[in-house]
């Protein structure tokens, strides 16, 4: 049986597929992707313990006002790329 298009992911899309072994039957589960990026991007010393530091969490949703906020603004392209079809937006430096 063929899946409706509706539920096609984009090529760019990673995919992770769980396919758990339960008996005689197998169901597929999709996976969401998941990163933890660690690293100085502030360019300055912190002051505080590492213990001490809280993560942030970044979105589709909060990904300009945390960047925003660290201090790189960011500037909505709203063009859409002709060889990759998809929009995009630039992070720039202070």
């Given at each position: 049986m063929s899946k409706p298009m509706g539920s096609v992911a984009p090529k760019e899309r990673i995919n992770i597929k769980?396919?758990?072994?339960t008996g005689d039957q197998?169901?597929?589960?999709?996976?969401?992707?998941?990163?933890?990026?660690?690293g100085d991007f502030k360019g300055q010393p912190e002051h505080v313990a590492l213990e001490e530091r809280q993560a942030v969490r970044i979105d589709k949703d909060t990904f300009n006002e945390v960047l925003a906020k660290a201090g790189y603004p960011v500037d909505d392209v709203g063009a859409v790329n002709a060889q990759q079809g998809s929009a995009g937006a630039v992070a720039r430096a202070p």
């Open positions: 769980y396919v758990p072994a197998q169901s597929e589960l999709e996976l969401p992707l998941k990163l933890l990026v660690t």
